[in-house]
């Protein structure tokens, strides 16, 4: 059983940055695959970044790339998300969820197994 808790999300203005982090406990945090999603208010919940269990293998969504920067420090099971030049449309609750069934990522919530939180990011106009 993986626990996953996020943190760092916040209120901040058009342009500004923030990081976010993921701990994990309870499972062998260094063989899994961990995905960032998000979720605003009357929308799906949308694939932000992922990054494979060693970190050889990231992608990001286009609507982020080149924004946001995913990053893993397995000895001490957390996963980041640098998320820079905000904007307005990226106000969401952002999730962290790992994937035990594979060391790759997947772009599909589906696939994930265990979610944490969520940890709400408003970035204001």
């Known amino acids: 059983q993986v626990q996953l808790a996020e943190s760092g999300g916040g209120l901040v203005q058009a342009g500004g940055s923030l990081r976010l982090s993921c701990a994990a406990s309870g499972g062998a945090f260094n063989r899994y695959a961990t995905g960032w999603f998000r979720q605003a208010p009357g929308k799906e919940r949308e694939f932000v970044g992922g990054i494979s269990r060693s970190s050889s293998t990231i992608d990001y969504a286009d609507s982020v790339k080149g924004r946001f920067t995913v990053s893993r420090d397995n000895a001490k099971n957390t996963v980041y998300l640098q998320m820079n030049s905000l904007k307005p449309e990226d106000t969401a609750i952002f999730y962290c969820?790992?994937?035990?069934?594979?060391?790759?990522?997947?772009?599909?919530?589906?696939?994930?197994?265990?979610w944490g939180q969520g940890t709400q990011v408003t970035v204001s106009s």
């Open positions: 969820a790992v994937r035990t069934s594979s060391v790759f990522f997947s772009r599909s919530a589906s696939e994930y197994e265990y």
